[in-house]
Every structure is written in structure tokens, then in C-alpha cells.
């Protein structure tokens, strides 16, 4: 469905462009809903910017690889163009309700504007198919709500609207990236059962693109772990919650409170992401992995199978299940 | 029931701005009461007897309580009656009238200018920032915000009048005498000197504005939905920075009013503000007073309009 394919997106800054995301591979079947997971900078938002073909400058751009659609390169249209090639089945909804509404504009004329590039053909009127998605997305009394302005929406409400007009361009994939971080816990799980709902109602894929674990669990089929714009695990959810292989895996999970383990402090990862500028040879998460040792400063990694679809990028994995070797 | 709200806060914004009026007003009238001395002798001179000095009194009865003066005052004002020019011995609404015609005039084909030349020179300059196009208009807008108003009306004068003789070079006869409108080329150079400046200023704040908005991330979600680049700019950039431009143009009607002063004076033309520079010469009180009241009036005006024209624009302005 789709494809992601060795894909690095670079800042063209003086003289070396710096990777922010270096080789990222992940492919998203039909229905199915891909949870992006990793720390902030990890490449994990300029992945989905690259994939929807909305990179923010002419500075940082797609250096090599490619976003398959069915098989149709899209890698380097932006969404006009995709639309004139008939390639338009990515849509996305963003981290900032608040921010990503067109504040002087009413939100029934934001969803008919997508409607009119990419519903023209069905014949159906933009006004009553606007009422049907608002239903979709489960906002109350659709035809009054239409007239608002974004303002007079609640961030829940907002992030409904933004996900109607996601689904005015008729997607097969949704790329969500953080949809429910601005959102306060209860319309969080709202938002997340709404997105599972449509993904069972449209049979549409989503890429979920979070920090959180807690979501993830929630709602992913497939999870994939990126650290300094590499994926460093990939595995079906229940594998990767039982059975995580990577170090940097195993340390996301000692952060996370345990309600069995109160008395216990959370263990923190040491030390800190490293910067695009200064990312070190071999593994990047060697300066901070308990596990060390002297082959992973240099040389590349594997790409190692653990079992069905589940594959991590380290020497030293650790099977045995969660907690084991801290 | 939005046009309720409309209507609502528009009669709010019009009660505040008449409250300022007449706070305004008690200001002007004590104007003729802040000259040092006895106004009297400053009107006659220093040669004037006692009892010329309170006929005169009697005659603008000043001898009256000043309670009683201002509403006096207050009320001749609210029929229209701005007194008596000391100069032309004649009223002073009828003297700022003959002047109102070629300040207004010039105001007007200014204000088109800046709105020509600064909101497209803008929008082109932020849509291609950077290139050739957008630093050609960066470095001219910098240049005319930064020279004098008089310079560049004394440059105008001398290349277009003095040197290829197109257009006259002072003066500026009204469209009600013969050759009726054809009469407006008498300001195309006054107001192409006064707009200068102001577009410059336009066009500056035009392109740093729809720079600002291009990065906001509703103008991603426009870009997500596939609609054509122009669409973006125009309907979600354009818009959006309208908004800084429009609150703006209040700003710079109400300059004009000061530069008016200048370019009048330097293409010696008939308005308000060279009015206002003789009155003050003639030290002819009553004009000075009847003219700072209109300017207040038509800031407050102006103001107004560019409030309600924000609301209509920007549905996030509360009705405070």
C-alpha cells in the first residue's frame, strides 16, 4: 500500500547536508495502522512531512529513497501535483489543532475547499457531503457547526474538523503526527477511538506518529522505534510490548510508570539524544546503551530478524522479555 | 444574527469614539486659554489700550464663567459654528471647507498609491523572497521610508515639472474650475511624494506579514489539501496578512495628516495643512482651534472605520 524505501531527508545547510532522517524503511498494508514511536528529533515528523510531500523549505529535501503509493513513486510531488497525477491517497492531521485552522475562515468552507479538489468527479454536493463527514467525525448538530470559526471550537472539536477535511481528500492513508499531544487525556481516547473507527469504516491505513507508548498500545497493529532518524526496532505491537529487542526499546519501557512498582523511581536513558550535527559512527545509541561494547562504535549494523516481522538494528539484542538485562 | 454582533459592536465603537470627542473637544477649547497672558493682547498686540483689549473680551465673551464659555462653544461647534477666523474675517468652517477640497483630494489619490503600489509590490516581493525581484523592491521601499517627504517632492518637482516639463509644478486650481477633472494632475506629484513614503511602508509590512503567516501551520493543512499554490497564497496568506496591513492603514491615514503640512507647503497647494501652517504664523486662534477639532474628528473617524473593517475581517476580534 504504502511503501517507505531507504528514505533520507537532509538540511542542505554550507558545505555537508545533515541527515535528520538516514535510511528509514517501513512498509504500511491495507487497514493497517503503523505506530511511529521516538523521543523529539528523532526524524519521526520529517518522515511524515516527507511522505506527504510538504518538507517546509527548500533547505530540507528528500536526498535518496522513495514513498511508494501502489506502487507509484510520490516521493517528490507535493499535494498539487499529486492531485493532477491522480496519486492524491495521503492525507495527513497535524500536532496543534489550535494553530492548523485557518482562523478567518469558517470550517465548513476549509472542508468543502479540500472537497472541491478531490470529490469534483463523484457529483455529490459539497454542502451535504460536508454535513456527512462532519457526522462521520462525530461533531453535534453538523449544519450550525459548519458556520463556526475555528476560535469558537474546542481543541477536541478542532482536531475533529482537521481530520474531516483529512478525509475530504479521500485518503487511503492517514499520516497522523502527534493528532492528540495538544489534548487533554478524555479527548485524547476520544480522537484515538474516533481514528480507529474510521480506519474499520473506510478500511483506510493510518501512520500514527507518537511519543507515547501508552497510544500506541492503544491503538497500532505494527509499531516501528526510531532514534536519531533511524528505525532502531520494528515488530507487531504485542511482540514489541512483550518481547522488545533494543536496548534503546527496553529503555522507552523503564521510563514508562508502572502502577505494580510504585515505590521504585523511573529509570531515565542517560545522557541525551545526540545532535544531527554530531551523530556518532556505528550504533547512534552506543554513548548511552548499557550494553556497549567495542563493535558498536563503528562499521554498520544488522538488521537482524527476531522472529516474524519483528527485526531490530543492533549487535547485542536482548531476548527475555521486558525488563530483562537492567 | 452575526450582522447583530456587527451592528452591536459597531455602535460600541462609535459611543467610545464620541466619549473621545468630546474629551477632545475640552482639550481645544482650552487651547485659546493655554496662551501665555491674556489672549486678548496676544490677539491685538502689544500696542492695544485696556479697553480695547475687553471689548474684545466682552466680544469673545471671555469674561464670562469658563463653564459656561465651553458649552457655549460645545454648542455653536454642534451647529457647525467653528467662530470666526481673526485673519480672514470670515468662518472658520468655511475656510477649512475651501481648504478641505485639495486635502481631501490628495489624501484620497495618495491613499490609492499606497494601496497600488504597496499591497502587490508586497505580496510579489514575499512570493518570491530572495530573488532579484524581491530585493530590488526591499532596497527601494527601504530607500523612500527613509528620505523626507519634501526631498522627494523637491526631486519630483525638478525632474518632472522643471526638466521634462510634464506636469505643473505648484498650485492647484479645484474640479469645479475649467478643465474639471483634467485639473487633477496638479496633485499627481504632491501625492506620489506623500505616498512614497507610506507605500514603502505598506509594501514592507505587506511582505513581512505574509512572510510571518506562509509559516503558520494552517497554511500547511491549506497546502495538504491540494489545492494550487496560488490558492494558498491568495486565499489562506493573503488574507490572514491582510490583517496587519488593514490596522496599519489607520496608522498611515493619520500620518498623512502630518505630511500633508510639508507637501503642501513645498507644492504650494491650497489644503488643510497649509492652512493650518499660516494659521499658526497669524497666530489666528480660531482656525488653528476649527482645524485641530476636524483633524481629531476625522482621526477618530478613520480609526473607526479601520476597527470595524478588522471586524468584519477577523471574526476573533471580541466585541470589547
Known sequence: MLSVQDLTVSVITGEQPLDITRAVSFDIGPGEILGVVGESGCGKSMTSLAIMGLLPSKQIAVQSGRVLLDGSDITHLTPDQRVDVGLSGVSMIFQEPMTSLNPVMRVGAQIMEALRVHDRENGRDPFARTRELLDLVHIPDAALQMNAYPHELSGGMRQRIMIAIALACNPKILVADEPTTALDVTVQSQILNLIRELRDELSMSVLFITHDLGVVAQLADRVCVMYAGQVVETADVTQLFENPVHPYTHGLFSCLPDPGRRAEPLKPIPGQAPLLIDIPPGCAFAPRCADVTEICRSGTLPWESHSSGHQARCHHPRTGGRGNGQ | ?320
Not at chain 2, 518637482?157 to 505643473?168: K, N, Q
Not at chain 2, 506562509?214 to 489545492?227: E, F, P
Not at chain 2, 496591513?245 to 503642501?264: P, Q
Not at chain 2, 497669524?282 to 482651534?289: A, K, L, S, T
Request: overall charge neutral; proline content about 5%; aromatic content about 10%.
Open chain 2, 1 to 320: 444574527m452575526l450582522l447583530n454582533f456587527f451592528t452591536s459592536y459597531a455602535m460600541r465603537r462609535t459611543g467610545a469614539a464620541a466619549v473621545t470627542m468630546a474629551a477632545a473637544s475640552v482639550i481645544i477649547f482650552a487651547f485659546i486659554h493655554l496662551i501665555p497672558g491674556d489672549p486678548t493682547y496676544v490677539l491685538l498686540g502689544d500696542g492695544a489700550t485696556p479697553e480695547q483689549a475687553e471689548a474684545l473680551s466682552k466680544k469673545m465673551g471671555l469674561d464670562r464663567p469658563i463653564v459656561v464659555q465651553y458649552f457655549t462653544w460645545a454648542v455653536n461647534v454642534l451647529q457647525g459654528d467653528l467662530g470666526k477666523s481673526l485673519f480672514f474675517q470670515a468662518p472658520v468652517l468655511e475656510i477649512i471647507a475651501d481648504g478641505a477640497e485639495t486635502s481631501l483630494l490628495l489624501a484620497g489619490i495618495t491613499m490609492v498609491w499606497v494601496v497600488l503600489i504597496g499591497i502587490p509590490i508586497g505580496m510579489l516581493s514575499a512570493t518570491r523572497q530572495g530573488t532579484a525581484v524581491d530585493q530590488t523592491a526591499s532596497g527601494l521601499a527601504m530607500l523612500f521610508a527613509s528620505v523626507p517627504t519634501f526631498w522627494v517632492g523637491l526631486y519630483l518637482i525638478l525632474i518632472f515639472a522643471a526638466w521634462l516639463g510634464w506636469l505643473p509644478s505648484s498650485g492647484y486650481p479645484s474640479i469645479f474650475e475649467e478643465d474639471g477633472l483634467y485639473n487633477l494632475r496638479y496633485l499627481l506629484l504632491p501625492s506620489l511624494a506623500l505616498a512614497a513614503p507610506n507605500a514603502a511602508l505598506i509594501l514592507r509590512l505587506t511582505r513581512a506579514s505574509m512572510l510571518d503567516v506562509a509559516r503558520q501551520d494552517y497554511v500547511r493543512t491549506a497546502r495538504a489539501k491540494g489545492i494550487r499554490p496560488w490558492q494558498v497564497t491568495t486565499r489562506h496568506i493573503f488574507r490572514n496578512a491582510l490583517l496587519a496591513v488593514v490596522a496599519a492603514f489607520g496608522f498611515t491615514l493619520a500620518g498623512l495628516i502630518s505630511e500633508a503640512v510639508v507637501t503642501e507647503t513645498v507644492f504650494s497647494l491650497p489644503g488643510i495643512g497649509r492652512l493650518v501652517v499660516q494659521s499658526i504664523l497669524r497666530r489666528d486662534y480660531p482656525v488653528i482651534q476649527g482645524v485641530i477639532l476636524i483633524i481629531v474628528m476625522l482621526y477618530l473617524t478613520i480609526n473607526l472605520g479601520v476597527d470595524l473593517i478588522n471586524r468584519y475581517l477577523d471574526p476573533r476580534v471580541e466585541l470589547e
